[in-house]
């Protein structure tokens, strides 16, 4: 599709997109460390008959805000945002975690937005995203190597991709995990079940719209929901889902776990995750806190 064209600015080796900009040189574009005017170039592109693909470090976009919500969001274009280095980002410093996209994200209109549990998902929401590009629509992806739990996601109707992933059904206890903490709140859905609670476990997928009335009927057959998340609580997915909890009067309990509205100190994805209680261990450690 010659259509599709690449934008990043001056973050071609975060993004990965070194090879992409050697092989297409005509349809990429660079202009440099400025943000802001990589989402107008985008903007502009879009307007006329093209397929961008915009790619951003998460914490970078934030200096493109105005244009993401002024230009793209309000004018409602096609217009496909990849964002890398969402929630811990490594070593740098502590403006580099991405761990507030979800919260300033959320509440724009006719945004979008997907946080894919492995490669697959993410693969998968790619490349639907470009065949049926109609408006803004952002993916976000983790840093470091991703997950591969299963391929079949690829081959998934799309009725059933465009809900939820019920992973595990139980009785007693729903985790509900997003994007990179999918893998943690596995293992501690599993040594639940082990220890004789009988636990479920969803693969949230879509951030936004939620995919509402799946939750709910979910939410009212558990006593206790779980929600796990690699970003900061306020404004964040669990916060949203309590909300939904709130709005249609379900009688379960909601246990949020994610980041404090704070600066997270540099530090490896396994080290943060452990130190923050974002681990298995962690989880379920507040989920017996909360209900020993």
């Known amino acids: 599709d010659e259509r599709i064209v690449a934008i990043t600015p001056s973050t071609l080796y975060a993004t990965g997109l070194q090879p992409i900009f050697e092989k297409f040189p005509e349809r990429c574009f660079d202009p440099g460390m400025m943000e802001q005017h990589a989402m107008s170039l985008t903007v502009g592109l879009a307007t006329g008959g093209y397929k961008p693909v915009v790619f951003y470090q998460s914490t970078f976009m ?11 969001c309000f004018m409602d274009l096609p217009i496909l945002i990849l964002t890398v280095r ?6 740098d410093n ?19 937005t997907m946080y894919p549990k492995d490669v697959h998902e993410l693969e998968r929401m790619v490349r639907d995203g470009l065949v049926s590009l109609a408006h803004p629509t952002l993916v976000a992806m983790p840093y470091g190597p991703g997950d591969a739990f299963d391929a079949s996601v690829l081959e998934e109707p799309a009725e059933s991709f ?25 293992e501690a859905c599993s040594r639940l079940r082990t220890a004789g609670t009988s636990a479920g476990l969803v693969n949230l997928r879509h951030l936004k719209p939620l995919p509402e009335a799946q939750l709910v009927d979910l939410m009212r057959r558990y006593r206790r929901v779980v929600t796990v998340e690699e970003a900061v609580l306020d404004g964040g997915v669990g916060s949203a889902i309590a909300a939904l909890a709130m ?3 379900l009688d379960c309990r909601l246990l949020r776990i994610g980041l404090p509205c704070a600066f997270v100190e540099p530090g490896s994805n396994e080290e943060l995750a452990r130190a923050y209680r974002l681990d298995a261990d962690g989880i379920l450690a507040r989920i017996q806190e909360r209900w020993s």
């Open 62 to 72: 934030q200096r493109a805000f105005d244009q993401l919500i002024h230009d793209v």
């Open 86 to 91: 969402t929630g811990f980002a490594g070593y």
């Open 94 to 112: 502590p403006t580099h975690h991405g761990i507030y996209e979800t919260g300033y994200t959320r509440p724009l209109p006719n945004l979008r």
């Open 162 to 186: 465009a809900r939820a992933e019920l992973v595990e059904e139980g009785a007693e206890l729903l985790l509900i995990a997003v994007g990179p903490r999918f893998a943690a709140a596995r």
């Open 247 to 249: 709005d249609h009067e």
